[in-house]
């Protein structure tokens, strides 16, 4: 049974169960007494949303038109969000299991459970043996104080955040290069731009409402240069797409500012007066021609000519990129050449010349700036820094020898359980058991624990491994900020309470604190109280919301942070005068090409490449359980290009296995010219044999510590009739529908 225990007794119960209608079903005589606006809880868009209310259930929603991000506009998910407010598979008690059975508890119970575990572990092992690990799906005051309570409530060293298997390298390249983590641009600069540099961002499906800028660049006259080792659907609307090997962007952004620096595009005068480096990186580049760059990307040369002349000569241009590029071994550098050949052409710090970072989850930017990453305090301060330290522990009254040093990053920390270091852990709003890379081994560090407690509002398939489960807070049964991709902080607001006896995540999380005894630190009444510390905490930092208020993110239909004080009207763009290291100057990093940390052999001929579809979000524990979105794409498939397919007798909808050194998964086949014939893509939302992640490589980028999802070597293997297996909980009728409907229109 193992410890998941009557996995058929959690799924009958738990879900997730398909579900399409509003609380009470559709009905033509609502009357709607409350009008919430909001935004929606996925994407990093953040668009804007008010949710209608009917005597304290969501029952619809309607886009916001006054919200400059969306302007009314909205996609799949977030057309359908409402309904998980009040599925019928929330969370609506807390939970202990006894007996490999979840048994209903009263808060008490479960609490005191929680506690006496906790403290247990403490006094046996030390306070270093129990984990937090948090999201960044969360409100920014719940992200707060993930952080304060894994230091100041439970004095552990070890917390972290899901954002550490999605922008991390982003944020260590800005810091390096730039002094600050944050977009450089607001999106109303992307109109203004002559050229678009995307990489690794199939914007079309994982950030839709931001096509609405990129279409109105487009209809000003610019260009799109897209690079993606797939024909994504932004791919296949750009101008030119250099279709490179996973894990190669390095090779070809020498190259492409080889080109740059010999055809005299670069912008001495901008190098001169505002950066540092250049030379060291000048000279790496001469050495790194188009066609060395071809041999190793697989991209012709003259094709990277191309794309340099392109984004080289306009006056103006913006370079953007997501997970395809971060998502590695090389994750900081792959996001620092691309910083190279921003700066070498002195495309930043004004209007339509730009680069930015696109974020994942919704509060990815505002996740990662105040303190629930392993090495970072409030402010986006580091742990590392000695008056860092003790501003915040001034800020929060807690003794400086009472503040636990820098911990390690989730994969480190999910090691650290299968050797027995960590013995308990505390998650709030992740599924580590689809979103880890190598998730056999994620299985092992889960039921090795002593003990578990999983909070969420849906028994997530991580959930099944816990020994007490709390049930916590959807998106509109709280209050507070959160900050979009740009750097814009918007404002989320409580429509309704959350149902049964399901609580607020911030008050479950503060009641343990204080039960623990450490209530001195945890007094707040409100998410607006948690907000007001917060602005003290990071006052001063890097990221300083200190002159951010409630009303004024309402006022201004949000602000971009820094905002020092009170009367400063926010920063949208960023580096106009200077950049944030100490000298005001920005920093070019010479890089050298690495490959992946795996690569195709005779065994494993293949690149697997992994990502996202639009009709699902990150693990999918809140959309599997929409009708809608699960007909649009029930099930993950193995996109194949046809020479490939052709070669091992794989026919397009045929369920092939495909195999890793760490492990292997049955998927329908999607044979498509869109991918290239030495890479396979699988959308990674499944949990389960479903689960890309049974295949994908824990190898970490030594500087962010961010899994390389996005390239391993793998095999294809065909499947005789006889030997296939059966998928338990593949719905009847959906064979091969996700493979048919993507291949029709999808794709
Ligand atoms: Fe929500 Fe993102 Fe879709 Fe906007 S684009 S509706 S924020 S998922």
């Known amino acids: 049974m193992g410890k998941v225990g009557n996995l058929e007794k959690i799924v009958a119960e738990f879900g997730p169960h398909l579900h399409d209608e ?201 260009v799109w240069i897209i690079v993606d080792p797939r024909e994504t659907p932004t791919a296949r609307q750009g101008d030119l797409h250099l279709q490179l090997r996973p894990g190669t962007d390095v090779a070809l952004l020498n190259a492409m500012l080889h080109v740059v620096i010999q055809e005299r595009l670069a912008d001495e005068a901008f190098i001169a007066a505002r ?96 303190g629930q990453k ?96 709390l049930p916590g807070s959807a998106w509109s049964e709280d209050e507070g900020v959160t900050c979009n991709s740009e750097g814009r902080v918007v404002k989320i607001n409580k429509a309704n309470d959350p149902p049964g006896e399901a609580k607020e995540d911030w008050w479950i999380v503060q009641e343990i604190a204080r039960r623990m005894g450490r209530g001195k630190y945890f007094t707040f009444n409100s998410p607006r109280e948690i907000f007001d510390e917060l602005r003290v905490a990071s006052r001063g930092g890097n990221a300083d919301y200190y002159g951010i208020t409630y009303e004024k993110v309402e006022r201004q239909n949000g602000v971009f942070w820094p905002c020092p004080a009170e009367d400063h009207p926010g920063t949208p763009r960023l580096f106009e005068e200077r950049f944030n290291h100490p000298d005001g100057k920005a920093k070019f990093h010479p890089i050298e090409y690495n490959p992946p940390a795996e690569v195709p052999d005779e065994e494993f001929p293949l690149i697997l490449t992994s990502g996202r579809v639009v009709y699902q979000y990150l693990s999918g524990n809140q959309t599997r359980r929409i009708g809608f979105l699960v007909q649009q794409c029930p099930e993950p498939y193995v996109e194949i290009h046809p020479e490939t397919a052709a070669r091992l007798n794989v026919s397009d909808g045929e369920r092939v296995k495909v195999v890793s050194r760490r492990g292997e998964g049955v998927f329908p086949a999607l044979v498509v010219r869109t991918i290239r014939p030495d890479t396979i893509f699988i959308p990674y939302h499944w949990g389960e044999q479903l689960a890309v992640n049974q295949l994908t490589n824990p190898a970490l980028d030594p500087v962010s510590k961010i899994p390389e999802f996005k390239a391993c070597a793998a095999r294809v293997e065909k499947i005789h009739a006889r030997a296939l297996p059966l998928l338990g909980r593949r719905r009847r009728g959906t064979e091969s529908s996700s493979v048919t409907r993507l291949r029709d229109g999808g794709q």
């Open 275 to 370: 950066t540092n480096g250049w030379a060291e990186t000048r000279e790496l580049a001469l050495r790194h021609t188009p066609q060395l760059a071809a041999e190793i990307t697989g991209v012709p040369a003259e094709k990277i000519v191309q794309a340099a002349r392109l984004y080289g000569r306009a006056k103006t241009g913006m370079v953007m990129h997501a997970r395809g590029i971060e998502h590695h071994t090389n994750g900081v550098n792959n996001v620092l050449s691309y910083i190279n050949l921003v700066l070498a052409t002195g495309k930043i710090g004004a209007a339509g010349r730009g680069y930015g970072t696109i974020t994942g989850q919704g509060n990815g930017q505002g996740g990662r700036e105040h």
């Open 22 to 222: 509003p609380y009470e079903g559709w009905r033509a005589d609502r009357v709607i007494d409350k009008v919430v606006p909001t935004h929606c809880p996925y994407c990093g868009v953040q668009c804007g949303m008010n949710l209608l209310v009917e005597r304290d259930h969501v029952v619809g929603f309607e886009p916001r038109y006054d919200f400059p991000v969306n302007e009314g506009r909205l996609c799949p998910k977030g057309v359908t969000a409402y309904l998980q407010v009040h599925h019928p598979d929330r969370l609506l008690h807390p939970l202990i299991k006894r007996n490999g059975t979840f048994e209903r508890a009263t808060w008490d119970e479960a609490l005191d459970l929680v506690v006496a575990k906790f403290k247990e572990l403490q006094a046996k092992h030390g306070k270093d043996s129990i984990g937090v690990y948090s999201g960044s799906s969360l409100t920014t005051e719940k992200t707060y104080l993930m952080g304060k309570f894994a230091r100041a409530g439970l004095g552990t060293r070890y917390v972290d955040y899901n954002g550490r298997l999605c922008m991390v390298s982003a944020a260590a390249g800005n810091n390096k290069a730039f002094g600050i983590d944050r977009a450089a641009n607001p999106w109303s600069d992307i109109p203004l731009a002559e050229v678009l540099l995307i990489a690794g961002a199939n914007c079309a499906e994982t950030f839709p409402v931001l096509n609405k800028f990129l279409w109105q660049q487009r209809d000003n006259g610019g």
């Open 374 to 469: 392993a090495d970072q305090l409030p402010g986006q301060r580091s742990m590392l820094n000695p008056e860092h330290r003790r501003y915040v522990c001034d800020a929060w009254g807690l003794p400086e020898e009472e503040l636990p040093q820098a911990g390690v990053s989730v994969v480190e920390m999910f090691g650290k359980m299968r050797a027995g270091e960590i013995r308990g852990l505390l998650s709030l709003c992740n599924n580590v058991m689809v979103s880890l890379p190598d998730i056999n081994e994620v299985r092992r560090s889960l039921e090795g624990l002593d003990f578990y407690v999983n909070i969420d509002f849906f028994m997530s398939e991580s959930a099944r491994y816990a020994d007490v489960v």
